[in-house]
């Protein structure tokens, strides 16, 4: 878990200038009160947002996304009428999860969806080696539904993670700090392509499947063995 950085820009170092453009994805989640941001509080508000279940915290991301090396690309949280109420027994849960996403770090199972836990990089994510991070925080049913698409355009959370992405993991990424995986890139709107032919970053390939495909998996697996070798 990284604390939030402040120093006037020409005495910060790279890596202090990097932790606080990471950290600008935290602390955007961590001005979030209940389960919307204020940002997308009147869009989300409006007659046409029905997609979205809005009872649960958004899953934003998943893991320690400011001090993973690898980064999974997925759409949006999902939502199950029986799974996901079982997730958040009571407030308490609500604002634990909250909390994490103020404050990134290692997956606990027990503040953990399911869908999460059964996935071929699950590992990395308890380990902190991994982070996923969602186009579109809220939860839907269907993520193939055209009201999630057309929200995705418009929502300003998700145009933050859009501008994070370019602005902060692109660099990294391309100086070959950090590794992504489009693992998922319909509801993007075009800011995965920049990872396009970079030697950093895979995927394209399984826009259907749960788990990573045996590229994806191998590729981000090289990279993480060199950063321990």
């Known amino acids: 878990m990284t604390p939030t950085v402040k120093c006037v ?96 770090r290692l997956i606990e199972d027990r503040h953990t969806a399911p869908y999460y836990l059964g996935r071929n990089y699950t590992q990395w994510l308890r380990e902190g080696r991994a982070a996923v991070l969602n186009a579109v925080a809220y939860r839907s049913r269907d993520t193939g539904d055209a009201c999630v698409a057309r929200l995705a355009k418009v929502l300003p959370s998700a145009e ?33 392509a920049v990872f396009r032919n970079c030697d950093f970053a895979t995927g394209w390939h399984a826009a259907r499947s749960r788990d990573l495909s045996r590229r994806e998996y191998d590729a981000a697996s090289r990279f993480l063995a060199r950063q321990t070798g």
């Open 9 to 104: 820009t020409q005495f910060c170092g790279r890596k202090a200038i990097e932790a606080i453009r990471i950290q600008a994805l935290p602390d955007f989640w961590s001005r979030m009160p209940l389960n919307v941001h204020p940002q997308d509080q009147a869009i989300l508000a409006g007659p046409d947002a029905g997609c979205f279940n809005l009872d649960y915290p958004p899953p934003a991301f998943i893991g320690d996304i400011v001090n993973a090396k690898v980064v999974i690309l997925l759409l949006n949280g999902g939502f199950d009428p029986e799974v996901t109420p079982a997730e958040f027994p009571d407030t308490a849960s609500e604002v634990a999860y909250r909390d994490r996403l103020a404050r990134p």
């Open 160 to 192: 933050f993670h859009r501008t994070w992405l370019r602005e902060t993991l692109w660099p990294e990424v391309s100086a070959g700090r950090r590794f992504v995986v489009v693992n998922r890139w319909g509801l993007w709107n075009g800011a995965d």
